[in-house]
């Protein structure tokens, strides 16, 4: 029997090559499209940011709802949209307490919601309702909290540069230099490897920003970086295991070479009630 032919970029190291099957080019200019949408909004008027943050989560949820359709899940969508951004409007306007209080008048309404439908699947769509609900728009609910601030708009800019640092150096680090799996089951590209660039990433992010826009330590802003690391870390986990389970690749595929917008949103909504907590301890606001 013939030896099998060995590929010619493995041919000498007989190893597969290292690097992204992504098309780089087009992942950076996407990304860059999107920060850029993120910075103008943000440093603007406030409230646009705010509509732009609710059209992306809009979207999510509506890939978050498609994608367990898929496996015959029906999540009821009306109450978890209107109420998802009834709840998000009204944390702006009136913080921590409308935040909790829409969330539980949301969830509410998905069981009610599904009460007519009859007692078929009834637990598994209204779990499935009331998960979107918390996942997406009440973790999504501590970016509002973080722009509420007076100095809103620097908040949110140090969380969404310490959770991009997170991707950015982890896809450099675990592309070039990775070799042992985080958690091959659940997601097998994710190396200790592309942690350790995230967390260095971070750590770098953090300790500059916090002091500059924040006025905190730049202990406090290394904190926050490893904080950051963690919790986006267990995000992208978070999302592989259910993208797994619903037995899909990507949420969507609205950004090219980077899928669906939940796809963009996992490390993020991990990321931002642990920042918003750190935040109240190190440099509440005025």
Request: aromatic letters at 10%; proline letters at 5%.
């Amino acid at each position: 029997m013939p030896a099998p032919e060995i590929p010619e970029e493995q041919a000498d190291t007989g190893k597969k090559k290292r690097g992204s099957s992504r098309n780089l080019p087009i992942a950076v200019a996407v990304g860059v499209g999107l920060g850029a949408v993120v910075l103008l909004s943000l440093y603007t008027i406030k409230e646009i940011f705010l509509g732009v943050v609710v059209v992306f989560l809009g979207v999510a949820v509506w890939e978050f709802i498609r994608a367990f359709a898929s496996r015959g899940i029906r999540i009821p969508w009306v109450p978890v949209m209107v109420g998802g951004l009834a709840t998000l409007l009204c944390t702006y306007f009136w913080g921590t307490t409308a935040l909790v209080a829409g969330f539980g008048l949301t969830a509410l309404a998905v069981l009610l919601w599904r009460l007519p439908q009859g007692q078929d699947g009834y637990v598994r769509d209204a779990t499935a309702g009331v998960f979107a609900t918390a996942y997406i728009w009440f973790l999504a609910g501590f970016v509002v909290l973080l722009l509420a601030a007076p100095d809103g708009a620097d908040r949110v800019l140090i969380f969404i540069a310490v959770t991009v640092a997170s991707d950015i150096g982890g896809f450099f680090a675990g592309s070039f230099l990775g070799n042992h799996k985080l958690a091959p089951t659940i997601s097998p590209k994710k190396t200790w490897e592309g942690v350790s660039g995230s967390a260095l990433t971070c750590m770098v992010v953090g300790g500059f920003l916090l002091p500059w826009l924040l006025h905190g330590h730049w202990w406090q802003g290394v904190i926050v970086g490893v904080a950051a690391v963690c919790s986006a870390t267990l995000g992208d986990l978070i999302e592989s295991v259910i993208k797994r389970d619903l037995g899909i690749k990507d949420m969507g595929s609205l950004l090219p070479e980077h899928g669906g917008v939940m796809d963009r949103l996992d490390s993020l909504l991990a990321t931002v009630p642990v920042v918003w907590l750190l935040f109240q301890v190190f440099v509440p606001p005025a």
